[in-house]
């Protein structure tokens, strides 16, 4: 089945400093990519859907400066947590989506392991 | 606000019950229904997923039965075991693929 790794799967850092998480399609080529944020016990939300060799697109209320998603290639999206705050800490998701012809319509989203993030 | 409302918060159900999830939305749009389930500190999981035009699928121990002019789907968990303790989140996906979640549904399965 596709597999979609994160890294790192946890990682604790400093107020104020920047923090990158990785998001890799292992054994397909992703033309989609999401980045969700989920609290404890709480639901997943979605923060931006990022396509390949373009801008990623944001959902309302999420900061695109303090969020930087990058996909440059079909199996790597990465997400840039920038000038991290406490209230960034969350478990971070992406999920990776295949193209069926020209639109991921119909198309499953196959989920990353997560990443935990606690800003101190 | 939430696009897919999902019940119970969350259910006990000893070991061989049923367990039952339902799901709700409205946005018509919407053209494909999965089910994730999520164990503590890791990624969702597909667990099962219906298209609009079948009212129910089967897979081994997990049914969705699926309405859509109440537009409404639910799941079943048929002889719970208790590695199916885990958070159940039903999702539709719009033609945009944008996938809505539930608030999820923390199922305990008691030996």
Known sequence: GAVVSQHPSWVICKSGTSVKIECRSLDFQATTMFWYRQFPKQSLMLMATSNEGSKATYEQGVEKDKFLINHASLTLSTLTVTSAHPEDSSFYICSAGTSGGSSIYYDEQFFGPGTRLTVL | ?111
Request: aromatic content about 12%; overall charge positive.
């Open chain 2, 1 to 111: 606000q939430q696009q897919v409302k999902q019940s119970p918060q969350s259910l006990i159900v000893q070991k061989g019950g049923i367990s039952i999830i339902n799901c709700a939305y409205e946005n018509t749009a919407f053209d494909y229904f999965p089910w994730y389930q999520q164990f503590p500190g890791k990624g969702p999981a597909l667990l099962i997923a219906i298209r609009p035009d079948v009212s129910e699928k089967k897979e081994g121990r997990f049914t969705i039965s699926f309405n859509k002019s109440a537009k409404q789907f639910s799941l079943h968990i048929m002889d719970s075991q208790p590695g199916d303790s885990a958070t159940y989140f039903c999702a539709a996906t719009d033609s945009w693929g944008k996938l809505q979640f539930g608030a999820g549904t923390q199922v305990v399965v008691t030996p």
